[in-house]
């Protein structure tokens, strides 16, 4: 079971932090990812992290700009956006992956939180 937070309305150039809490067993040995959506659009990767996060992956449109990071002892995994633009607007959704890294699909997803950058 996987809980996200930390979204919100942000102006152009502003920064937000998400975290996504999650619950059962297993947590460290698989990777984590975050989505995102955005009205209209089809869901796209934002950035993973694997099972130790020491190898984050970032999708080219964030990369500079966001870090993931996860915490094993808490099991709980961070993204942290930094200049965002209005186009990184949309619903940001946390995932656990079926493997130690990415690539690896999805196996199950939170709720999602709402970010709105304004321009």
């Known amino acids: 079971h996987l809980v996200e937070s930390g979204g919100g309305l942000v102006q152009d150039g502003g920064s937000l932090s998400l975290s996504c809490a999650a619950t059962?067993?297993?947590?460290?040995?698989?990777?984590m990812a975050w989505f995102r959506q955005a009205p209209g659009k089809e869901r796209e990767f934002v950035a993973a992290i694997n099972w130790t996060g020491d190898m984050p992956h970032y999708a080219r449109s964030v990369k500079g700009r966001f870090t993931i990071s996860r915490d094993n002892a808490k099991d709980t995994v961070g993204l942290q956006m930094s200049n965002l633009k209005p186009e990184d607007t949309g619903t940001y959704y946390c995932?656990?992956?079926?493997?130690?890294?990415?690539?690896?699909?999805?196996?199950?997803w939170g709720q999602g939180t709402q970010v709105t950058v304004s321009s």
């Open positions: 059962g067993r297993y947590f460290s040995e698989f990777a």
């Open positions: 995932a656990s992956l079926n493997g130690h890294a990415w690539p690896a699909p999805p196996t199950s």
